[in-house]
């Protein structure tokens, strides 16, 4: 090994060079959008720029300031390291308060930096108490689940604003969806507000600064209310309104004056409502607009609401008023049409004579499109536009069968006339999963132009936080279809997939996927607040399939209302927590999920019994384990009592490692005992000897390898055998839900990276970039939702967008990259959030370079490597304050560094050890298999002479030979039915094997 000289000596500085801090935070806020929050001690963290090399804070101070910059509280000094979610060290807030906070910090070399900027933080309504607003409605009370149909109401009320105003917050929420106006002037840029939570029990509401919308004088007030997941279809077989029939909304203007009166405007029996232009919508089947009947001035103070309704006022939610803990959901870019395409004749669900545009954006998207109507077209009075949207085309038409029973459609009733102009198309209360769009209606849409269309995509508004990338461009593509993937399914809620019937908060989707979404995006607040409705709909300690949970209940799951345990899906509430902390170092989220993920492993143990295995029962399984027939995703190769009873172990496992974090040491004992005794049990149950588990499936070697349930000395042998199940495969994945986050990792700890290279890099069906070598723009349900020559799945889950099998990023991050937050079994907080790193590239699969970078709460930290002539270099970045580990391939001994840049060589052939020798007949099969160039050769030769239809078939037949050479094997093969030919095959292996070392000494 060799460093550079700047791995080795600290740049030059000057001594004592002042720190700066760059980024101050409040919670998991982004910066700037702390209003409103929920509690009165919230923590801060802060990053200190790039400087001086191995910097390390050794005190902080904080501050809070006034809007005009006097200080108005400050701590004394803190000798201490922390920066990272810091406890509050002020009096609490009080509802409403307002103050900015800012930081020095001082490093061990004892230069101070300057105060940093201030960062506003101010608190929401704390107590219900500060609620003096009632619920209001238009809709008659009615029975939840019965269908409604009305068109969505207008609610508005006129108000007096005194002069001096200095401040205004208007604090938001509704049962059901809720736009906001103020003197015709949107509230916000907030889209699906107020978002989706366990309405029963928590119904979230944002406070916004409104000061600037409010005049001196009248001024008017206006919401409109759409059904959402309150009123809407949820899930499958038509359930709708399934939390109440009653769209209501609830809003508390608060208005403070420079001589510090306040006034108050809220919702009451004085508002009033009549019908708006939207006459249905749903998150399921779209929106109809008449906008022949919308009329703008209803949202200014001048407007005469005499022959309006008044609204009926309703108590106040039994549910919590939660304050929002992370982004709304937005709009968060535009993306223009790859292609418009007129259609010979109607589209899919399209009238005769219609004439239908096809808009392709490119890449499936998750939001609405937008049309712009141009006074030019023409459009005349009464002329209706309808879209249909779809991911994908089936031999040529729109592929709407994945959809179900979701319609997906958008139709707008135009208006005409110069009081029309130009007319925008675009809903409110929907959204669709989309590539392709079919825009129908008259004639005059063949004019419409690439500028007159754009696809709006939506999400909540995380933080970019994470990138890869490779010498690969398959590979990036992936990770680029990932990361899509995990945006169009955060909205609100981790749903499973964001266009058909479903779009649920899949618990099982999003326990495997939660490392990697907390990679790419900032989204320790998006997890905190689902994990609040993970133990609001916990009931007996059993967490329900989909969070919010609409699924418990008679016709459903569990006809006594009650969720049903099943492994890998309720553990979410038990991994996910673990998660949160592990990537952000948050220790309040374990501390306030420490009882619902104790109550989970307790109804794990009542189910498992005295004897400690979780068998029998309802399981998902190994869900969409690609073996499995397409109309039935559990029937997996992995027996599901084995996957039951290994959740159970690492349930009890996270469990201890959680209460030593939280310093409950008994607890931690106790946990740590469970595990060992089902540790035992799973061994003795499903375990030989030597190390084979039952159903001798990658799955149930994967599971056993990561989460140590193996005897000693049993692992390697599992980890020889999940790798000769690989290469028996052809290389193609054999895994579900459950197995796909875990098998390369299985591959890399027992010594078999190569092999997983070679999975993750196969490019045929199944595998991660088959997708990627059919077009797809985001990771599929599916193994192959697409089959080959173009027909969708015959599944009736069929999803294009679906981002749990993306979960292979995480590894793509942590090990080919070698980009790792520490994490340590013993529970010390103090390397969880990246403040510890780990880099431990492992190179291979005939990539030249792969790099990752991640927005740690410490800073940017950043691995990449790359293969030069014949040296390999790594390099890597470390935040101020953080520290890294970094393994070289080579297994020397790890090297610690702090801060900084750092550069690191090897000789190639170090970096990528010995290479193989060259195949011949006297190698093993296994060998051949090895080598990706001979066995393509090999397999070729093989499939010719009828052994296998396909090289992963042909490596199907010959796996009870791999301990013999390829000689033998070439003898022994044979087609299905037939004896083997002998002689021809062996010549013709020979002759594959002699092109491949030709070529080989050649190049």
């Given at each position: ?841 492992r190179p291979g699969g005939g990539l030249t370079s792969a790099s990752a970078w991640h927005d740690t709460p410490y800073g940017r930290a ?76 090999v397999s070729a030769a093989l499939v010719a002479a009828g052994v296998g239809q396909d090289d992963a078939e042909a490596a199907r037949r010959i796996a009870p030979l791999l301990e013999r050479d390829v000689r033998t ?35």
């Amino acid at each position: 090994m060799t460093t550079d000289q700047a791995a080795t000596t600290p740049a030059p500085t000057s001594a004592g060079a002042a720190p700066s801090v760059a980024v101050l935070r409040v919670e998991h806020h982004r910066a700037g959008e702390a209003v409103g929050i929920g509690g009165g001690a919230p923590r801060l963290s802060w990053q200190v720029a790039p400087g001086p090399r191995d910097w390390v804070q050794a005190r902080y101070e904080l501050r809070l300031v006034d809007d005009d910059g006097r200080v108005v509280a400050a701590a004394a000094p803190v000798d201490s390291a922390d920066q990272v979610l810091v406890p509050w060290p002020f009096a609490p807030l009080t509802s409403g308060q307002r103050v900015s906070a800012q930081v020095r910090a001082t490093g061990a070399d004892g230069a101070t930096s300057p105060w940093s900027a201030p960062e506003p933080v101010e608190a929401g309504l704390l107590r219900r108490e500060d609620w003096s607003a009632a619920l209001v409605t238009a809709d008659p009370p009615g029975e939840p689940g019965a269908p409604v149909a009305s068109p969505a109401p207008r609610l508005r009320r006129i108000f007096t604003v005194r002069p001096g105003l200095v401040r205004a917050r208007l604090h938001l929420t509704a049962h059901g969806l809720v736009e906001a106006h103020l003197n015709g002037r949107r509230v916000g840029d907030e889209l699906l507000a107020p978002g989706w939570t366990a309405y029963r029990s928590r119904l979230r509401y944002r406070t916004h600064d409104v000061t600037d919308l409010l005049v001196e004088g009248d001024n008017a007030v206006g919401a409109l209310l759409g059904s959402g997941w309150w009123r809407g279809r949820l899930a499958w077989g038509g359930r709708r309104a399934l939390y109440g029939t009653q769209r209501a909304l609830l809003a508390q203007l608060e208005l403070t004056y420079a001589d510090g009166s306040t006034d108050r405007v809220v919702t009451d029996a004085s508002w009033r409502t009549s019908p708006s232009e939207v006459l249905e919508d749903d998150l399921y089947d779209g929106e109809h607009v008449d906008l022949r009947l919308r009329d703008d001035a209803w949202l200014q103070p001048g407007f005469d609401d005499g022959d309006w309704q008044p609204v009926i006022e309703l108590p106040l939610p039994e549910a919590e008023l939660a304050a929002a803990d992370s982004a709304p959901v937005r709009a968060v870019r535009a993306v223009r049409p790859q292609a418009l395409e007129v259609l010979d004749g109607p589209g899919a669900g399209a009238d005769p004579g219609q004439t239908t545009v096809r808009v392709d954006l490119g890449e499936n998207v998750v939001g609405h499109l937008r049309l712009r109507l141009r006074p030019e077209l023409a459009v005349q009075e009464g002329d209706r536009v309808v879209v249909r949207q779809a991911e994908v085309l089936e031999h040529g038409a729109l592929g709407v069968r994945p959809l179900r029973t979701a319609r997906a459609t958008d139709t707008y009733d135009l208006a005409a006339g110069a009081s029309a102009g130009a007319q925008v198309l675009e809903p409110r209360f929907t959204f669709h999963g989309f590539r392709y769009a079919e825009v129908s209606g008259p004639a005059w849409l063949t004019h419409l132009t690439s500028d007159d269309v754009e696809g709006v995509v939506i999400t909540s508004d995380l933080e970019p936080a994470g990138g890869f990338s490779s010498s690969e461009p398959l590979l990036d593509q992936l990770h680029a279809n990932v990361l899509r993937g995990w945006q169009g399914n955060a909205v609100d809620v981790p749903t499973d997939c964001p266009q058909r019937d479903e779009r649920l908060g899949w618990t099982g989707d999003a326990q495997v996927f939660s490392p990697t979404a907390s990679f790419l995006t900032r989204s320790g607040g998006f997890w905190t607040s689902w994990l609040k409705d993970v133990a609001a709909d916990q009931v007996d300690g059993a967490v329900p399939f989909v969070v919010p949970d609409v699924l418990s209940g008679p016709g459903v799951f569990g006809a006594d209302g009650a969720p049903v345990p099943a492994a890998a899906w309720g553990d979410a509430g038990v991994v996910v927590p673990w998660v949160v902390f592990e990537r952000t170092g948050d220790t309040a989220v374990l501390a306030r999920q420490w009882p619902s993920m104790v109550a989970w492993v307790e109804r794990l143990l009542r189910e498992a019994g005295e004897d400690l295995l979780w068998a029998g029962g309802f399981q998902f399984g190994d869900w969409l384990d690609p073996t499995a027939p397409p109309d039935d995703a559990a029937a997996a190769q992995a027996d599901p009592d084995v996957i039951a009873t290994a959740h159970l172990a690492r349930g009890a496992e996270l469990l201890a490692r959680t209460a030593r974090v939280l310093g409950r040491d008994e607890d931690a004992a106790h946990w740590d005992d469970v595990a060992q005794r089902v540790r035992r049990a799973f061994t003795a149950e499903y375990v030989t000897g030597s190390g084979r588990v039952l159903s001798d499936c990658p799955t149930v070697y994967a599971v056993a390898i990561c989460w140590d349930l193996l005897p000693d000395g049993a692992r390697q042998h599992a980890g020889d055998r999940l790798a000769d199940l690989v290469r028996t495969s052809g290389f193609r994945i054999s895994t579900g839900f459950v197995g796909t986050p875990l098998v390369t990792d299985a591959l890399t700890l027992t010594g078999h990276v190569d092999v997983a290279h070679r999975l993750l890099l196969q490019r045929r069906v199944p595998s991660w970039l088959y997708p990627v070598t059919m077009g797809a723009t985001t990771v599929w349900e599916r193994w192959d939702s697409m089959l080959p020559d173009g027909t969708i799945n015959p599944g009736e889950m069929t999803s294009f967008n679906h981002y749990a099998l993306g979960a292979v990023a995480d590894w793509m991050h942590r090990t080919l990259a070698g980009l790792a937050p520490a994490s340590d079994p013993a529970g010390d907080p103090s390397t969880a959030g990246y403040r510890e790193i780990v880099v431990a590239p492992r190179p291979g699969g005939g990539l030249t370079s792969a790099s990752a970078w991640h927005d740690t709460p410490y800073g940017r930290a950043s691995a990449g490597w790359r293969a030069e002539g014949g040296a390999w270099r790594l390099d890597v970045v470390v935040p101020p304050g953080a520290r890294a580990v970094v393994h070289l391939p080579d297994g020397s001994e790890p090297v610690r560094v702090g801060s900084g840049e750092h550069a690191f060589s090897l000789p190639l052939a170090a970096a990528l050890g010995r290479p193989s020798r060259p195949v011949g007949l006297g190698s093993s099969v296994r060998e051949l298999l090895d080598d990706a160039r001979a066995w393509d050769a090999v397999s070729a030769a093989l499939v010719a002479a009828g052994v296998g239809q396909d090289d992963a078939e042909a490596a199907r037949r010959i796996a009870p030979l791999l301990e013999r050479d390829v000689r033998t094997m070439a003898l022994s093969a044979s087609a299905p039915g037939s004896v083997p030919s002998g002689s021809p095959l062996l010549d013709a292996v020979e002759q594959a094997l002699d092109g491949v070392a030709s070529t080989s000494s050649s190049s």
